[in-house]
C-alpha cells in the first residue's frame, strides 16, 4: 500500500469512526454549534425547489457555498445527516493526501508522510468532520488551493492562476475569510519571482477570477434586497459582537464575541446597517485609544492561538483533549518554522497564509474555529520538526 492510500484509509476510517462511535452516525451536533441549523434549513429550501430562503424569505445571512453542498447531498440522498457525515468525512481523508502532497513539494517525501499521518488522527482535523459546519469544506477547498499554488511555482500558466483563481473564490463563498488573501500573496509572489510588476500582475489575476464565482451571488443579493451585499450580512454582526465597548470592560470575555442582547446599546439592532454603523463608531473611537487597540488585538490573537478551545461549551474532556494534540503540536510547528528557514527555499506562502487568518482574526474576534484552515499548516511545520529531529538522531547513531 502506497503512503498516500494509506494515509487516505486510515484518515478516513478515523472520521468514520469519530461520527459513528463518538457523535452518532445521525447527530448534527446542533445543539453544541446552532450555526447549522440555518445551513440546514437553507439547504432544504434549495432541494426543495424554494430557493435560498429561511422561513419564506429571502437569506443573505448565511454564506451560499456549504448551504448548496448541503443541498446537493439532500436532493440525491435525501436529508440524511448520516451522508453527509460520510462525505464530510472522505472530504477530510482527501484534506490529509493533500497535506501529504504539499509536504512532498516544500520539504521532502518524508516529511509529507509525517505530516499526513499526523493529519490523519489529529482531533482539530476530525472535529469539524461531524457537524453541520462549513469548517471541513472550507478546509479542503483551503488545501486544495494552497497545493495549487504550490505547484504552479517556477511554472506559472494563465489557466493555472484563473484556475486558482476559481477555487479561491469558491472558498469566500464558503467562508469569506480570504478576501485580502491576493494581496497579502502579493509579497510572497514579489520575493518568489524577484520582479514586482509580475507578482502584482499574478496577484491582480488571483483577485479577479476570485469574483468571477461571487459576483454571480453578489447580483442575486442585490435582487433579493434591493442593496449590495458581496457575499453575506453576516459579517457585520460578527464585527460588532467582537468590538464593542461593552466588551472592553469584560475580563473573560475581551478578544472573543458577546451575544447581541448583551451588548449595551445594541438591543434593538435588527439589520446589518445598524451592527456595521455601530463597528465604526467603536472604530474611530477605538483608534484614538491606540493601547486599547493593542489590548484588544493581543487578547484577539490569545484566543486564536489559545491551548484550550474558546467556545463556551468547551467540556473537560475537550480541553485534555486540545492540550494532548494542539498543545503538543504548537510547540513542534515553532520548532518546525525555525528549522525550515535554514533550507535553501523559504516556507514563505505558509507564513502568508498563516498570518491572513490572524488579521482576519483581529479584525473581528479571537476564536479557535478560525484557526481550522490553519491547522494543516501547523502539522507541517511539526512533521518538518519531528523530520529533522529523526535525521539528526539517525545521524548521530550511524556516527
Not at 63 to 74: E, I, M, R, T, W
Not at 142 to 154: A, D, E, Q
Request: net charge positive; with cysteine.
Amino acid at each position: 500500500m502506497t503512503p498516500l492510500i494509506a494515509v487516505f484509509v486510515a484518515a478516513f476510517l478515523m472520521r468514520l469512526f469519530f461520527n459513528v462511535y463518538v457523535m452518532g452516525i445521525d447527530n448534527a451536533g446542533i445543539e453544541r454549534f446552532p450555526d447549522g441549523k440555518d445551513y440546514d434549513e437553507l439547504a432544504l429550501a434549495l432541494a426543495g425547489g424554494t430557493g435560498y430562503e429561511i422561513n419564506q424569505s429571502p437569506n443573505t445571512f448565511r454564506p451560499p457555498g456549504y448551504p448548496f453542498f448541503l443541498a446537493a447531498v439532500y436532493a440525491l440522498a435525501g436529508h440524511s445527516y448520516a451522508v453527509v457525515k460520510v462525505l464530510q468525512s472522505l472530504i477530510g481523508a482527501l484534506t490529509c493526501v493533500l497535506v501529504v502532497l504539499i509536504g512532498e513539494r516544500l520539504f521532502s517525501k518524508r516529511t509529507g508522510v509525517i505530516a499526513g499521518a499526523i493529519a490523519a488522527v489529529y482531533p482539530f482535523l476530525i472535529l469539524y468532520s461531524g457537524f453541520l459546519l462549513s469548517e471541513a469544506l472550507f478546509v479542503f477547498l483551503s488545501m486544495v488551493f494552497l497545493y495549487m499554488l504550490i505547484r504552479l511555482r517556477g511554472n506559472w500558466t494563465w489557466w493555472g492562476v484563473a484556475l486558482a483563481g476559481l477555487v479561491l473564490g469558491l472558498m469566500n463563498l464558503t467562508r469569506p475569510v480570504a478576501l485580502l488573501l491576493p494581496g497579502l500573496l502579493f509579497f510572497w509572489l514579489w520575493g518568489e519571482l524577484g520582479v514586482k510588476r509580475r507578482a502584482a500582475m499574478i496577484a491582480g489575476l488571483l483577485a479577479l477570477w476570485m469574483l468571477v464565482p461571487i459576483v454571480p451571488w453578489t447580483i442575486r443579493n442585490y435582487v433579493a434586497t434591493q442593496s449590495f451585499i458581496l457575499i453575506d450580512d453576516h459579517h457585520w454582526l460578527g464585527l460588532h459582537i467582537g468590538n464593542n465597548r461593552t466588551i472592553m470592560e469584560m475580563p473573560d470575555k475581551i478578544g472573543g464575541w458577546l451575544e447581541p442582547a448583551l451588548v449595551e446599546g445594541s438591543r434593538d439592532f435588527f439589520h446589518a446597517a445598524d451592527y456595521r454603523a455601530a463597528y465604526f463608531s467603536f472604530m474611530r473611537d477605538l483608534l484614538q485609544r491606540p493601547l486599547d487597540l493593542l489590548r484588544l488585538g493581543g487578547y484577539k490573537l490569545m484566543r486564536f492561538w489559545s491551548v484550550v478551545p474558546t467556545s463556551s461549551k468547551t467540556t473537560p474532556r475537550d480541553a485534555v483533549i486540545s492540550i494532548f494534540s494542539y498543545g503538543l503540536l504548537l510547540p513542534l510547528a515553532l520548532l518546525g518554522v525555525a528549522l525550515s528557514f535554514r533550507s535553501v527555499e523559504k516556507p514563505w506562502l505558509l507564513i502568508v497564509w498563516t498570518l491572513n487568518f490572524c488579521l482576519m482574526s483581529l479584525i473581528a474576534f479571537g476564536s479557535t474555529r478560525f484557526r481550522a484552515p490553519v491547522e494543516p499548516v501547523l502539522v507541517l511545520f511539526g512533521a518538518l520538526a519531528l523530520e529533522r529531529v529523526w535525521a539528526a538522531w539517525a545521524a548521530r547513531g550511524r556516527a
